[in-house]
Every structure is written in structure tokens, then in C-alpha cells.
């Protein structure tokens, strides 16, 4: 009786031990799922988070590219050296930086402080970069800087035809992406015209921005016709003035109110047509201006 006593005790034991060691099993078996699922899900959030980053920075692009031209063509002085095509703002050097962090493409540096923008920084936690051109019948003249200008030497006008200057790029941002290293070039126009020939249109030529087919940096440029669309015109001078802008337009209207800074003069050539033209300091009793004529209104 004694002896079946044990051999009940024993197979107890033994089926206790089973039950643990079937338990132990199953919670192995659902970490190695936990653990397979969780690697599989990684790469899909991975690809949305860079997509959604990559977005971000696509957009703030567009938004400082647009301000860095908006920001020049609303400056008092458009053209340093008085050939007659706007440069835009230098760019800060690597070595000048103060708050901004990060590469900066070969050719370009990082955004000027006169751009007023909010987004300095891309996703990524790097600063966004800059890229500029000299175009003209001067490039590179002591009155923008000379030599050691920031900004690249573009397409010189006295060699070559001046019609081309519309096409090149003349500003462009810049985000080295989520590699966080750029492949992108910005190049001066006696690099990229390859066979020197005034355009950029040949086979051996390259672009101003040269970005390499695979690279994750994010990249937009304005050409100089471009930028001038952008600014409504304001990026084009009048002849010989580089303080003045000029509209070219026969017909120009108006609606709504307009002012005009302490200092500001207007030349207008041909007839003006107003309607409800008022001074600003009139009170509207024609105790300043006295009453219409009939006959000559």
C-alpha cells in the first residue's frame, strides 16, 4: 500500500513539472512572436516617419526659398555692383556660424539672418542651407564682395548672351535629408558650362545644382525669371538705378488702400485715372481740396 502511495506522489511530481515546463514554453513561443512582430512593424513606421519627415521639410523648403527671394527683392539695394541683375543675399559660411549646426552642401553655406523665416532647422535637427549666384555683366566686383564673396560666380552677361541669365538658378535651399550628409553640389557656372559656350544646354555641361541620381537631399532653386515671377516683378531694376524697381506693365491697377513710406517717390509717365481718389489727411468735407467741379470731374 505504501509502495502506491509513492509511485501516486511521484507521477504528481512529474505531471506538476510538465505543466510548468509547457508554461515556460508557451511564454517563450509569445516573445518570439512579440519579438518577430515587433521587427516586422519597424521598418513600415520607420518608412511613414521618414515620409512624414521628409514632407516637412519639402514644405519649409518651399517657404524660405520663397522668402529668401521676397527678402532681397524688398531690400533697398538689389544690385551691389550696378550691372543690373539683382544678387541675392550671401550666404553665412560654415566657419561664421553661430547657432546654426550641420554640413552645408560644397558651394553653399546656411541661411542669411535677413531671411525671416521660422524654420531654420530641417527634421532632422540640421540647419538648412543656401546656395546664391552672381549673375551679370560684373561678377564677383569689389562692390558685392569680390573673390571672397559668399555667393557663386554665375553667368558672366559681357561674354555671353544676356537672355540666358533667365534660365539659370539664382537661389536655392537645401535639407541634406535623412542621411544627414550631403550629395549635393552647388557649382559656379565655369564648372558646370563644360564646354564654355555660354549655355548649359550641351552634353558635357551639368547643372548650377548638381544633385546626384539616389541622393535623400531635398533641394529647391528659383531661376532668375522665376524669382522675379515670385516678387511681382520687383526683382527686375530700371536701367542704371539699383535702388529702383521697375514695373513694366502699360496698364497697372489698384484697388483697396495704398501707402507709401516717408521718403518714397513715384514717375509716372501718360495719363492717371483715379476713382474716389482721397489725401490721406482729408476728412472728406472738401475743407482741404474745396468742392468738384462739375464740369471737370
Known amino acids: 500500500m505504501a509502495q502506491k502511495s509513492n509511485n501516486l506522489t511521484l507521477k504528481r511530481v512529474r505531471e506538476n513539472g510538465n505543466v510548468f515546463l509547457a508554461l515556460f514554453g ?10 518577430t512582430a515587433a521587427g516586422i512593424m519597424k521598418g ?11 514632407a516637412v521639410a519639402e514644405n519649409e523648403i518651399m517657404a524660405n526659398t520663397k522668402m529668401g527671394v521676397m527678402a ?3 531690400a533697398t539695394a538689389k544690385d551691389c555692383d550696378n550691372d543690373g541683375a539683382v544678387e541675392p543675399y550671401p550666404y553665412i559660411d560654415i566657419g561664421s556660424a553661430t547657432t546654426q549646426v550641420g554640413p552645408v552642401p560644397t558651394g553653399g553655406g546656411y541661411l542669411p539672418s535677413e531671411i525671416e523665416t521660422t524654420r531654420w532647422f530641417d527634421p532632422w535637427g540640421n540647419s538648412y542651407t543656401y546656395c546664391v549666384w552672381d549673375h551679370g555683366t560684373l561678377v564677383d566686383d569689389a562692390a558685392c564682395g569680390g573673390t571672397g564673396q ?11 548672351s544676356t537672355g540666358e541669365v533667365n534660365k539659370q538658378v539664382t537661389v536655392a535651399v537645401l535639407s541634406a535629408g535623412a542621411n544627414r550628409q550631403y550629395e ?13 559656350d555660354g549655355d548649359l544646354d550641351d552634353g558635357g555641361d551639368t547643372s548650377l545644382v548638381n544633385k546626384p541620381i539616389g541622393s535623400d537631399d531635398i533641394v529647391m532653386s528659383y531661376t532668375y525669371a522665376e524669382a522675379a515671377m515670385a516678387t511681382s516683378a520687383n ?3 530700371q536701367s542704371n538705378t539699383p535702388t529702383t524697381a521697375e514695373i513694366t506693365e502699360d496698364e497697372v491697377e ?3 488702400q495704398t501707402a507709401a513710406g516717408d521718403g518714397v517717390s513715384a514717375t509716372i509717365s501718360g495719363a492717371v485715372s483715379t476713382a474716389g481718389l482721397k489725401l490721406a489727411t482729408d476728412p472728406g468735407d472738401d475743407s482741404i481740396t474745396g468742392a468738384c467741379n462739375a464740369a471737370n470731374d
Open 184 to 196: 549635393t553640389t552647388c557649382q559656379d557656372w565655369a564648372t558646370a558650362d563644360g564646354n564654355a
Open 72 to 74: 532681397i527683392a524688398q
Open 44 to 54: 513600415p513606421m520607420k518608412v511613414m516617419s521618414d515620409v512624414s519627415s521628409r
Open 26 to 35: 508557451a511564454v517563450a513561443i509569445v516573445g518570439v512572436i512579440g519579438g
Open 150 to 160: 559668399n555667393r557663386l560666380p554665375g553667368l558672366n552677361t559681357t561674354t555671353f
Open 235 to 237: 526683382w527686375r531694376l
Open 254 to 256: 489698384i484697388g483697396g
